[in-house]
């Protein structure tokens, strides 16, 4: 017998049936008329080739074949019943045994993990992260599933319509220069900023960022001596040299002590950017994937 061939519905009415053992009960139950679940029962009988229930004075009693069905049938029903539940939210999340495969640069490396880390190995011993290097915006890996979720500055604008976004930090550029540097006896202009030379941290490979755009605009320009692809091997440059790094505050101050440097705001106005965690639609009523991103913003969120 093919599943697609058994109506469903009916092992809902004959769990009623065995249950009250009347068909006037198990209608009121069901809200069906008593004439509807006397044609179910007749159906069912023609399904199981039994009479499933029988006439015993004023009530029904059910037949050895129903009997054994009983059993079965409420497992499978409560089985259909936990199917079909709403996930509800991680209530204890010391039970989640999970891996998390992020997709990110070193940028969440040094700023987010350390404090997300920490309170997964508080909170939640049995999740494990296992962080990928990404370059692109990862939208790929987030469709195929080689992503849960993946950390970089997104523009809701320009994702397809099955990436999600939640925003959850925000950063400022400063400047970074090594202390001594000829510059900070100078005037701090526009002019003296761009006529310096100047590391960028470029993980795709482009030479030019969002200070190139705001240079321009004013007419200016820069020359980028050294482009690199990691946040983390940037400031190690300028402490060694006479170039000048603009790079996230977060950054700055996770490496101004170590390598001795000076911070300056940028003598003109560069934006603020917005670091998002992306994931793909299918994952939306995930309640695990939602619970880290909660403590994700909780912990590191700004």
């Known amino acids: 017998m093919h599943l697609s061939a058994v109506d469903l519905n009916l092992l809902v009415v004959l769990d009623a049936l065995l249950d009250t053992q009347s068909i006037k009960e198990a209608s009121q139950r069901l809200a069906l008329s008593p004439s509807a679940t006397s044609h179910a029962l007749a159906r069912l ?14 009530r029904m009693v059910p037949t050895a074949r129903a009997l054994r069905l009983r059993e ?11 199917l079909l539940r709403p996930e509800e939210a991680v209530r204890d999340p010391r039970q989640v045994k999970r891996t998390f495969v992020i997709g990110a640069n070193d940028f969440f490396e040094l700023v987010v993990l350390p404090a997300l880390l920490e309170c997964v190995e508080r909170e939640a011993p049995g999740v494990e992260l296992h962080v ?15 992503y849960d979720a993946a950390f ?11 990436i999600r976004l939640r925003p959850f ?26 006529g310096l030379d100047h590391v960028l941290v470029a993980p795709r490979g482009d030479a030019r960022g969002i200070v190139d755009d705001r240079l321009e605009e004013i007419g200016l320009l820069r020359r980028v001596r050294c482009t690199v692809s990691s946040f983390s091997s940037a400031p190690a440059l300028v402490a060694t040299t006479n170039c000048v790094l603009t790079i996230s505050e977060h950054i700055a101050e996770a490496y101004m002590t170590r390598y ?19 994931w793909h639609a299918r994952l939306d009523g995930d309640p695990e994937l939602r619970w880290l991103l909660d403590r994700l913003v909780a912990e590191v969120g700004a």
């Open 169 to 194: 930090l925000i950063s400022r550029f400063v400047c970074l220069l090594r202390k001594g540097h000829p510059a900070l006896r100078r005037p701090w202009t526009p002019e003296s900023y761009a």
């Open 132 to 146: 990928r290097s990404m370059v692109d915006d990862g939208v790929s890996a987030l469709r195929n599933g080689r």
């Open 260 to 278: 001795d440097l000076v911070s300056r705001p940028p003598p003109l106005e560069v934006p603020s950017f917005t670091v998002s965690a992306a």
């Open 72 to 82: 079965p049938l409420r497992d499978l029903l409560e089985g259909v019943e936990v």
């Open 45 to 58: 009988r023609g399904q199981f080739e039994d009479e499933l229930l029988t006439r015993a004075g004023k």
């Open 152 to 162: 970089g500055v997104y523009s809701q604008s320009r994702l397809p319509e099955d």
